[in-house]
């Protein structure tokens, strides 16, 4: 049983805004879309997509697996805001997440269960306790590895989503001064547990890793934003540009990387890109918009489809950078249909039942 390795990271977070676009109320400033999230959130799909079609085809882009990074800041950002703008209660919270993120997830691991059942997937070992554990986001030991990760792989950074969901849904009991302390005293007690204690347990092993203090680390920069002290600057381009320096150094390098050098980039990213877009600084980019409200599709459904033009591509024997090419257009064109015909169906259907469920009583 073993912890998935850096390179081994896809991208989470993706449901970190809800609805089609990002709407958030600085203290100072009137309702407006974070645009610059959603790039980000393009970005770094696109990356996480790259960096599996690489994979597939027989190249290598390992620091696509940095989106998770970006988007467990993100995720920490988002929720810190919302909470602080529409205030609601734990349970609401809860549900709001579960409906959010589950429903779409549980489908393309229903269509990896069906395959491996029918023999698509040769490779992959099934029991009970790991599809149970794939399903209800819990760290379970793959039977086919020994890896810790989900049916379908790159799902097991949502149990690291689930985690922060829980304790930020509980710290949502006390009042709001002490709520920001709280969860970051129980981040950092699950970080030092995990360097103190070795441990055989998948969900320990999981929860204590120091990846989730990139979601205090964004709902940090979230109170620090809304207090209004990040001021709009051009500076903010300086910011980001040093963040991909970073990471573009990491790749061309070969260096190793973790959380401890990418939590830091992915936020000093976000920062400079929030920075710049409160200066006025970003340009308006429709494509990138529309591909950051896909992305939780485009990050679930995209291995689907480099599979297939992974092994039609060596069958052919069509050279690695064609290969590549048509392997990302196929899988990020996949997580878009997916988004149309899926997930923004489901999404609508259970905010209508969803809404039916909460609304008053008429007595």
Not at 258 to 272: H, Q, R, S
Request: glycine share 10%; with cysteine; hydrophobic share 55%.
């Amino acid at each position: 049983m073993t912890v998935p390795r850096r390179d081994d990271v896809a991208a989470a977070g993706f449901d970190a805004a809800t609805g089609s676009s990002l709407r958030i109320e600085n203290r100072k400033s009137q309702m407006k879309t974070l645009t610059g999230i959603q790039y980000l959130r393009a970005f770094a799909a696109l990356a996480v997509v790259i960096f599996h079609a690489a994979e597939k085809t027989g190249g290598h882009f390992r620091i696509g697996a940095a989106g998770v990074d970006v988007f467990f800041v993100i995720s920490g950002f988002i929720m810190w805001v919302m909470s602080e703008r529409r205030p609601v209660t734990p349970g609401r919270f809860m549900l709001d997440r579960i409906l959010r993120i589950a429903p779409a997830y549980w489908i393309v691991t229903a269509i990896m269960i069906a395959g491996a059942m029918v023999g698509l997937f040769p490779n992959m070992q099934l029991t009970i306790g790991h599809i149970l554990g794939s399903l209800f986001f819990i760290p379970t030991a793959s039977p086919s590895n020994g890896e810790i990760w989900p049916v379908l792989v790159q799902g097991w950074t949502l149990n690291f989503e689930m985690l922060f969901y829980a304790i930020f849904a509980a710290t949502l009991f006390l009042p709001r001064r002490f709520q920001l302390g709280s969860m970051t005293a129980i981040f950092v007690l699950l970080v030092l547990a995990g360097m103190l204690v070795e441990t055989k347990s998948p969900i320990l092993a999981t929860y204590t890793r120091p990846i989730i203090l990139e979601f205090v680390a964004g709902a940090i920069l979230a109170r620090v934003w809304l207090s209004g002290k990040i001021a709009g600057s051009s500076m903010g381009y300086a910011f980001a540009g040093a963040a991909l320096c970073g990471f573009a150094a990491i790749q061309l390098l070969g260096l190793d990387f973790d959380e401890f050098t990418c939590g830091p980039l992915a936020l000093l990213l976000v920062l400079g890109v929030i920075m710049a877009e409160k200066g006025g600084k970003l340009p308006d980019l429709p494509l990138l918009t529309y591909l950051g409200d896909s992305s939780y599709s485009i990050y679930l459904w995209h291995t689907l489809a480099i599979s297939v033009v992974a092994k039609v591509a060596t069958i052919l024997g069509l050279p690695f950078l064609v290969s590549l090419l048509v392997a990302t257009v196929s899988g990020t064109m996949l997580g878009i249909i997916a988004f149309e015909t899926v997930e923004k169906p489901l999404r609508a259907l259970l905010k209508g039942a969803s809404w039916r469920r909460s609304r008053p009583s008429p007595a």
